[in-house]
T-cell receptor
Framework: AQSVTQLGSHVSVSEGALVLLRCNYSSSVPPYLFWYVQYPNQGLQLLLK??????LVKGINGFEAEFKKSETSFHLTKPSAHMSDAAEYFCAVSHGGATNKLIFGTGTLLAVQP | EAGVVQSPRYKIIEKKQPVAFWCNPI?????LYWYLQNLGQGPELLIRYENEEAVDDSQLPKDRFSAERLKGVDSTLKIQPAELGDSAVYLC?????????????FGEGSRLTVL
């Protein structure tokens, strides 16, 4: 069975500070990993995805994530937080195939302080 | 290009009443998903359609939930009768593939409150 664990349901950073949102996965097969963002009262939007190509993945809005197999991690980072980054972030895993199912973590709510 | 459209955005009903949610996916997307998002939780898949066929409905509580996707385009998710624990956001998403490596496009969700 696959799963993802997001450490920290709430993260608060100052504007301009580094953003680090943690995600660890569990999968018996090589996983595909995703980060989605949800702004208030909006649907989820894909930030970036890892599909077994480059381990460092760059996404929209300056975010990036690194796939580390040895640590079973896929942490999301951004060098400098902006007020507009305040949102909820979800890590997700799937293994592809005909019965693919996207499994989401419980989410991390990011607050950005001025 | 229009995104995934859901309606209604908000619905308040009393327990034991029926409720239905509608979803119009992005044009050309053959895969449609209904997810349930409880407060403080990540989305959980209820049902996935490939065209008009439900290919994964293992998480759909079939005693009270039903879904259909006529003609492989729009979809409706119904709850009858609703229970207090059904209060949540119901998200619809679509994709042009199975979603394994492709991107899911989500609607804004339908927030249900059961009193």
């Amino acid at each position: 069975a696959q799963s993802v664990t997001q450490l920290g349901s709430h993260v608060s950073v100052s504007e301009g500070a580094l953003v680090l949102l943690r995600c660890n996965y569990s999968s018996s097969v090589p996983p595909y990993l995703f980060w989605y963002v949800q702004y208030p009262n909006q649907g989820l939007q894909l930030l970036l995805k890892y599909t077994s190509a480059a381990t460092l993945v760059k996404g929209i809005n300056g975010f990036e994530a690194e796939f580390k197999k040895s640590e079973t991690s896929f942490h999301l980072t951004k060098p400098s937080a902006h007020m507009s980054d305040a949102a909820e972030y979800f890590c997700a895993v799937s293994h592809g195939g005909a019965t693919n199912k996207l499994i989401f973590g419980t989410g991390t709510l990011l607050a950005v302080q001025p | 290009e229009a995104g995934v459209v859901q309606s209604p955005r908000y619905k308040i009903i009393e327990k034991k009443q029926p409720v239905a949610f509608w979803c119009n996916p992005i044009s050309g997307h053959n895969t449609l998903y209904w997810y349930l998002q409880n407060l403080g939780q990540g989305p959980e898949l209820l049902i996935r359609y490939e065209n008009e066929e439900a290919v994964d409905d293992s998480q759909l509580p079939k005693d009270r939930f039903s879904a259909e996707r006529l003609k492989g385009v729009d979809s409706t998710l119904k709850i009858q009768p609703a229970e207090l624990g059904d209060s949540a956001v119901y998200l619809c998403a679509s994709s042009s593939g199975t979603g394994a490596t492709g991107e899911l496009f989500f609607g804004e969700g339908s927030r249900l409150t059961v009193l």
